[in-house]
């Protein structure tokens, strides 16, 4: 098989060998921001300290303004689980807190390390918890969330 004159040429063999130590640097930089650890929550200390309906209410203002506001931060939020539901498929528990006449809430997600029991979640209880703040869909989302003991 006869490959084209500039193949054979040593620039372009540098060039090659450039884009594919890019591709892997790449790949291998993913893998480890995929697998990277997120900090302990419980102690971690929360950029900001509100109520689940509060912070629902600031993204019903202005979501843009809000969603600056907590892009990437540890939220620490109180307020009334509305909803506690468990996915089998991947193990994970998602809680919504909000209040009782209020259209949507907080969509809390715990991962698999710090997930509460359901069984110990009752709808109508007000609980504490962490979590990192990921977006707004319908709720304003949580992720990464922990509950916090005693508060």
């Known amino acids: 098989m ?3 004159a500039f193949v054979k040429t040593k620039g ?4 090659a060998a450039l884009v594919l130590l890019t591709i892997v640097s790449a790949v291998i930089y993913a893998l480890y921001l995929f697998n990277l650890r ?3 929550l419980y102690t971690v200390k929360p950029a900001f300290v509100l109520t689940a309906s509060g912070l629902y209410d600031e993204f019903e203002a202005n979501e843009a303004a809000a969603t600056a506001k907590y892009s990437s931060r540890v939220i620490e939020i109180k307020g009334t689980i509305a909803e506690v539901s468990y996915s089998p498929s991947d193990s994970t528990v998602s809680i919504i807190l909000r209040d009782s006449d209020a259209p949507a809430g907080v969509n809390c997600t715990f991962s698999t390390d710090n997930k509460p029991k359901p069984s110990l979640l009752k709808v109508g209880e007000t609980i504490t ?3 990192e703040f990921s977006g707004m869909l319908i709720d304003v989302a949580l992720n990464n969330c922990v ?3 005693g508060k």
């Open 147 to 149: 509950l916090l003991p």
């Open 129 to 131: 918890l962490r979590g």
């Open 12 to 15: 372009f063999r540098i060039l």
């Open 38 to 40: 997120h900090d302990d």
């Open 2 to 4: 006869n490959c084209p």
